[in-house]
């Protein structure tokens, strides 16, 4: 199968972090000019889910899962070892070592510059963060590092499926574990929101747009852009309500971002070392890595945003980790192409 999703990394894409600078400068200036409007949309809310950010996030979300094939799960077995590493990190690993960075670096060395009343929300948004494995920027970070489609494919598929299952209790055990009052109803609410059915209409939408050769790559293109623009206009959003903080705190963002970088170097090498233990190829190996490294930003975000709100510190958490994703993710890109021949040249062949 053609991995239809393994397009170069766009203009766009490549300076997200720019764009999403952008929109940290609009929305503190828009939070500053319009409170009142800010006000009113976080009171647009049903059932403890806020509409307009719901609304935004579906059609972030919907896009990236229609690149999701389940039927690609049955090939899990093909690279049974690239899968396990790669599983292991996201579920046993990355949730568990973001939980005592964020307790040894906000709850403790960085403790005396971020605000006390928001420590704990911190801590709590960067759990979220790392709890979320990412599904649709794995395309473009394998097809930079000619990783195997298949692979790629069917361990999105795989992740997405424990994801309806594993995220929640593991969200609320970290939580719990670090002291932190568990809303489990809203938690699962966002899970059903903003997992469960973005998954069954991305994949109905899926079936339908295959009957004809040709649609689904149309449709991508075509939503691909809504899908952006959905994603900036929630980052304004957020940063109209955490203007103040951003301006009286302006070192927290810098902060925040130094356990989300140790995260993604620690998670990303132990997954590339692992896989070059075990023999797997180098194809394999580099989209393993990236896949147990990078983060769905955007669940992280609509859920921080549901357990505690558009000021809460959580929902700034969630957004650093997208602030940085685009330039530390290109640069694992770059560490696993520049060592593939070290790679090959010792690792032992598997099975």
């Not at 929109?23 to 006000?39: E, K, M, N, R, S």
């Not at 990190?89 to 403790?111: E, H, Q, T, Y």
């Not at 994603?231 to 304004?236: A, E, G, K, P």
Request: hydrophobic share 60%; aromatic share 10%.
């Amino acid at each position: 199968m053609k991995n239809d999703s393994a397009a170069p990394l766009g203009v766009f894409e490549r300076y997200l972090t720019l764009w999403v600078g952008a929109c940290i400068a609009v929305g503190v200036i828009l939070g500053a000019l319009a409170p009142g409007a800010f006000q009113a949309i976080a009171a647009l809310e049903l059932a403890e889910v806020n509409l307009p950010v719901g609304v935004l996030i579906w059609l972030m979300i919907i896009p990236m899962l229609l690149k999701v094939d389940f039927r690609e799960l049955h090939r899990v077995k093909e690279h049974w070892r690239g899968v396990g590493v790669t599983v292991f990190i996201n579920w046993a690993v990355k949730p568990f070592s973001m939980a005592a960075l964020a307790w040894v670096f906000v709850g403790v060395l960085f403790r005396d510059w971020l605000p006390s009343d928001q420590i704990e929300s911190y801590i709590a948004g960067l759990i979220i963060l790392a709890a979320a494995p990412c599904t649709a920027m794995v395309f473009v970070w394998s097809g930079l590092s000619d990783g195997e489609p298949h692979f790629t494919l069917s361990q999105v598929a795989l992740n997405d499926a424990i994801m309806v299952i594993a995220f929640a209790p593991i969200v609320g055990l970290l939580l719990g574990m670090s002291s932190i009052v568990v809303p489990w109803d809203t938690l699962f609410l966002s899970v059903v929101v903003f997992i469960v059915i973005p998954v069954a209409i991305s994949q109905i939408v899926r079936g339908v747009l295959l009957k004809k050769p040709g649609r689904l790559q149309s449709a991508l293109a075509a939503v691909h852009p809504l899908s952006l623009a959905a994603l900036l206009l929630t980052l304004v959003l957020l940063f109209g309500f955490q203007g103040r903080q951003i301006i009286d705190q302006p070192l927290v963002i810098l902060l925040l971002a130094v356990p989300i970088l140790i995260q993604v170097y620690l998670n990303s090498g132990l997954a590339y070392w692992l896989n070059w233990r075990l023999g797997e190829t180098h194809r394999i190996a580099a989209p393993s890595a990236l896949i147990g490294a990078s983060n769905f930003f955007e669940l992280a975000v609509a859920t921080a945003i549901g357990l505690f709100g558009f000021e809460s510190g959580a929902a700034l958490a969630t957004v650093v980790g997208v602030l940085v994703e685009v330039p530390v993710m290109l640069s694992v890109v770059r560490i696993v192409n520049a060592s593939k021949g070290w790679y090959e040249r010792t690792s032992v062949k598997g099975p």
